[in-house]
C-alpha cells in the first residue's frame, strides 16, 4: 500500500510586490494551516518523507504543518514540484523510493486537482488552498500507481 498526502499551499499574500516564488502566505494563510495542520494531526499517519515545492508559500505551509505535527522528518524542497498541471509531480512520485509508503507533497494548484482527476477517475474537484488529499494505492511500487482511492479535506468544513 502506497499513501501520498498532497496538500496544496496556504492562501497567499498578493501585497508585496515580487516574484511568483517569492510571495508568502496572507494571515488567512497562516490560520488555515494552523487549523488543517490540527486536523491532519489527528489522523496519526507515519510520514516517511516530507516534499515541497520551493515557492515560498508552499515552504510556509510546510514549515507550518511540521511546527504543528512534530514530525522528526526532514523536509525536502524539490524543484519539479513547483508544477502547475501535475506532469513533473506525476515523474517525482513515481520515482520515489520503494521503501517509502507513505510521502508528504506540499504543491499547487492545478496540479493537486489534476492528480485528483487521473487517479481516481471522477470529474474535476476543485482543491482549495491549504486542501488535503490523501490518496491510497493498492500497489508495492510507486512506478505502479494508476488509481486509488482518495479523501479530501478542505478549510472551509473545520473554520
Known sequence: ?????LIRHAKSSWDYN???????????????ADIMSIIF???KLNIDSIYS???????????KFLNNLNYNVKLIIEQSLYDFDGEATEKFIKCLDDSY??????SHNNTCSNLYKK???HKNLHVPTCGILIFEFDV????DIKNGKCTYYFP????
Open 101 to 106: 509508503n507513505t510521502v508528504m507533497i506540499f
Open 53 to 63: 515545492s520551493p515557492a515560498r508559500r508552499t515552504l510556509d505551509t510546510a514549515h
Open 18 to 32: 515580487c516574484s511568483d516564488l517569492k510571495r508568502p502566505l496572507s494571515n488567512r494563510g497562516y490560520n488555515d
Open 156 to 159: 472551509k468544513n473545520f473554520r
Open 1 to 5: 500500500m502506497k499513501k501520498i498526502i
Open 41 to 43: 494531526k489527528n489522523f
Open 119 to 121: 487517479y481516481t477517475f
Open 140 to 143: 508495492s511500487l510507486w512506478t
